[in-house]
């Protein structure tokens, strides 16, 4: 490091594929929606005021860029017998290898395009495993953000229900009026990618404009796993100074929306979770895969990075 807080690219040793990561600058946030907002959810609130320490987090989501250099290092499908095989002690070779994801079954992608799209269909472990394998080969810690960051960070200073203009009472799928009427998200397809205007896949990143700290697809495009549990009463328990969630639960917070959710789900306040079950509802292998999701097609993730303190 420098000692400079500023914008800075990573290079991932031993390729040419290179990320940002921008300065999230410290300080305090009103975590949640006010009751009054219009398509708010219970386990949204209550509002809680926030503290946060400075920290670094990707400018867009993990690309297949990426993800697949971790593939390609780490893969099981990849390695020899030799690299595999466990040394007469029962211990691997390496103590310190990280083993990465078998081969996915199907096209992760979807057909939708690889290169600096949004990486999808990994597990919540496999996200992990990336964070922990990235920060070996780095030198760098990497994680992935916790709720309380990833709100800070999409919201950019902003107490509004998005980070941008706009009024979720106005394309709220449960208002009878718009029942009725029709409803208009125009105002959020200049800012997001979602159901209404993504073609129902994922769009590469820089094609829809930055928050105001300078973070791509906060809302919208993939939804992002966060390294909390999930837990709907996770907010009420008073003000926090650097969270990290609950101590126990069974599935993990999902946030931000993606190309298939509705308008009011790119809220900043919008909480979601895994659902891994589901997700691995048609996976045919036994057991099923701890990579790869067979069903679960817009969820994907970015890093961040603890700030260097001067």
Same mark, same amino acid.
């Given at each position: ?11 991932? @040793?031993? #390729?040419?594929?290179?990320?940002? &990561?921008? @300065? ?15 398509? !708010?959810?219970? $386990?949204?609130?209550?509002?809680? &005021? ?25 893969? #099981? ?6 690299? /595999? ?74 107490? #509004? ?17 718009? !029942? ?65 969630? @609950? ?17 009011? $789900? ?15 509802? /048609?996976?045919?292998?036994? @057991? ?9 097609? $817009? ?5 961040? !990075? ?5």
């Amino acid at each position: 490091d420098s000692g400079k807080f500023e914008k800075y690219t990573e290079t991932i @040793p031993g #390729t040419t594929v290179t990320f940002n &990561m921008i @300065p999230i600058p410290g300080g305090s946030f009103e975590m949640g929606s006010p009751e009054s907002e219009a398509a !708010r959810r219970s $386990d949204e609130g209550p509002v809680r &005021m926030v503290k946060r320490k400075r920290f670094y987090m990707g400018e867009i989501e993990v690309s297949w860029r990426e993800f697949f250099a971790f593939y390609s290092a780490t893969s #099981t499908g990849a390695k020899t017998a030799a690299e /595999t095989q466990p040394e007469g002690n029962g211990e691997s070779a390496d103590p310190d290898a990280i083993t990465g994801p078998t081969p996915p079954y199907g096209a992760p992608d979807q057909g939708w395009g690889r290169g600096l799209r949004p990486a999808i269909t990994m597990s919540w472990h496999a996200a992990e495993t990336y964070c922990r394998w990235l920060s070996k080969v780095t030198g760098k810690t990497y994680r992935l953000p916790t709720e309380a960051e990833w709100e800070y960070a999409c919201r950019a200073g902003k107490k #509004t229900p998005f980070w941008f203009e706009g009024d979720p009472a106005k394309f709220n799928r449960a208002s009878l009026k718009n !029942r009725i009427f029709g409803i208009d998200d125009s105002p959020v397809r200049k800012f997001a990618w979602f159901r209404s205007n993504s073609g129902g896949k994922t769009q590469p990143p820089y094609t829809t404009p930055a928050n105001p700290w300078g973070l791509y697809n906060m809302s919208g495009n993939v939804k992002e796993f966060c390294s909390d549990l999930y837990a709907p009463d996770a907010y009420g328990r008073g003000a926090a100074e650097n969270p990290s969630g @609950p101590q126990s639960g069974s599935e993990h917070v999902v946030r931000g929306g993606s190309f298939a959710s509705e308008a009011t $789900d790119l809220r900043s306040a919008a909480r979601d979770r895994t659902y891994t079950d589901q997700w691995l509802s /048609t996976d045919p292998q036994s @057991p099923k895969s701890i990579w790869w999701y067979s069903d679960s097609k $817009d969820v994907g993730f970015r890093v961040v !990075r603890e700030a260097t303190e001067e």
